[in-house]
């Protein structure tokens, strides 16, 4: 029998080849890999190469795009939120440890930042000495009892952001929906796991138990909510598409080497800035699904802008202008026309060309 790690690299080494093959401004992004496995080749090949996992760092990006917009909302701070995950997967230890950056950003250390995200897996509440915990997982386990019904674990939480990666459909019970608009005046709830079968709750179970108060988000689409005194809610849909078109495009426009954790949050932050007030009062946190590409063409922009201003980038000279920099590399779906291209002489060339023939 083959060995179970030679077999898992394969597909890494066939694209680590092609990196060697093509250059360096070959991008290798991977998803779909197990838990354990999709840390373990991040981490071996991060520093190496220019690559990145979308399944950890693509949907942390959005998820705290989401988180950052829901500020705007809550009016506050995300050094003062208390998050709760359900699930402890490759995504909620991504977006946990891109949360982290973001609080260290805000001036909090990382250590308190840290003690502000709980996480809930298969087992359990993850608390300190619980045994079997990964490493990814013991970087967050808590000084706590041990606790199983995720219920009375928000009960004894009571976190102020409530976000569900683990694909357990309807693990927001309407009691945890109750208990959430209980304890805060805007609670932040993200039910992120897809298909919509799979999600925590749906957008209508969420606002009407919080007479939309909550501040939602979801993996998976939902329609419009409009509740009893009239006013419709649109739910925000927080997909992975967009985060990695930008990233890709803004990387390998300025041949970026490695692709750091911060340029994923640097991401977060411009998808977070192109939600209007008007988006938000219509209880949007992502911007409009239509205009994907002028966002992606933002996320590339400032990530070329930070690379040569912090040295990184390796395509020279500098581009002057940054943005018909980046726009002149955007793919376009447009074909040129199959027939060639006619044109019209004018008449009188033609007279004298017909003279100078008789």
Not at 135 to 141: D, L, P, T
């Amino acid at each position: 029998m083959p060995d179970f790690k030679i077999l898992l690299h394969e597909p890494l080494l066939t694209l680590i080849f092609l990196f060697h093959r093509y250059g360096m401004n070959c991008l290798i992004q991977f998803e779909d890999f197990a838990n354990v496995n999709a840390f373990r080749l991040l981490n071996k090949y991060r520093n190496k190469y220019c690559t990145f996992n979308d399944d950890i760092q693509g949907t942390a990006s959005v998820a705290v795009a989401g988180l950052l917009a829901a500020l705007r909302i809550t009016k506050n701070k995300l050094s003062d939120q208390t998050v709760l995950f359900q699930g402890a997967g490759e995504a909620a230890l991504g977006i946990a440890h891109l949360i982290v950056m973001a609080m260290e950003k805000e001036g909090l250390p990382k250590e308190k930042a840290i003690k502000k995200i709980w996480l809930v897996d298969s087992k359990g509440l993850i608390v300190k000495g619980r045994a079997s915990l990964t490493q990814e997982k013991k970087e967050f386990a808590h000084e706590h009892e041990e606790m199983k019904n995720l219920e009375a674990i928000v009960q004894k939480i009571k976190p102020t952001a409530l976000i569900g990666v683990a694909a357990i459909g309807g693990a927001f019970s309407e009691q945890i929906l109750k208990d959430m608009a209980a304890f805060n005046e805007r609670p932040i709830i993200f039910a992120l796991s897809n298909p919509t079968s799979k999600a925590e709750c749906s957008a209508e179970q969420c606002y009407k138990i919080s007479k939309g108060r909550a501040v939602f988000a979801s993996g998976s689409p939902f329609d419009p909510v409009t509740l009893p005194n009239g006013r419709t809610l649109y739910p925000g849909q927080g997909n992975n598409s967009y985060v990695f078109p930008g990233v890709a495009l803004g990387v390998v426009a300025c041949g970026l080497r490695h692709i750091t954790d911060k340029i994923f949050l640097t991401t977060a932050e411009v998808i977070s800035q192109q939600v209007s007030d008007e988006h938000l009062e219509e209880g949007r946190l992502y911007p409009p699904l239509n205009t994907i590409r002028d966002v992606s063409l933002k996320i590339a922009i400032k990530i070329v802008n930070d690379a040569y201003q912090e040295k990184t980038a390796t395509v020279y000279p500098e581009p002057q202008n940054k943005e018909a920099f980046v726009r002149a590399q955007m793919y376009s779906t447009d074909y040129d026309q199959i027939l060639p291209d006619c044109y019209s002489w004018p008449e009188e060339v033609q007279k004298i060309q017909t003279r100078a023939d008789d």
